[in-house]
């Protein structure tokens, strides 16, 4: 059983940044493919970013790239996701998410979600 907590959303203004958390619990968690998704309202779903266990494949949508970095610690079974100069499209509820393909391919386990809100 895989358990995925995200945190960190909030409310920021346009410009600023704002760094999410994932904790994540289960066996074998450390060597799964690890992603951020959001999800704004009346849209679907968006892979945001995507990191291998490994470090060395990540995956960044276009619209975040430049801006947003993900990162993760094996040891400490966490991955984060840094947005800086953040707009207000960036808007959305943001899900950690695993699994045990490539970095854009079908995730498993999903966390519940944190929301953040950009203001213009």
């Known amino acids: 059983q895989v358990q995925l907590v995200e945190s960190g959303g909030g409310l920021v203004q346009a410009g600023g940044s704002l760094r999410l958390s994932c904790a994540a619990s289960?066996?074998?968690?450390?060597?799964?493919?690890m992603g951020w998704f959001r999800q704004a309202p009346g849209k679907d779903r968006e892979l945001v970013a995507g990191?291998?266990?490994?470090?060395?494949?990540?995956y960044y949508t276009d619209s975040v790239k430049g801006r947003f970095t993900i990162s993760r610690d094996n040891a400490k079974n966490t991955v984060a996701l840094q947005m800086n100069s953040l707009k207000s499209e960036d808007t959305a509820v943001y899900y950690c998410a695993a699994g045990r393909r490539g970095v854009r391919d079908r995730y498993d386990y999903w966390g519940q979600g944190t929301q953040v809100t950009v203001s213009s």
């Open positions: 289960g066996r074998g968690i450390s060597t799964w493919v």
């Open positions: 990191i291998s266990w490994t470090v060395v494949n990540t």
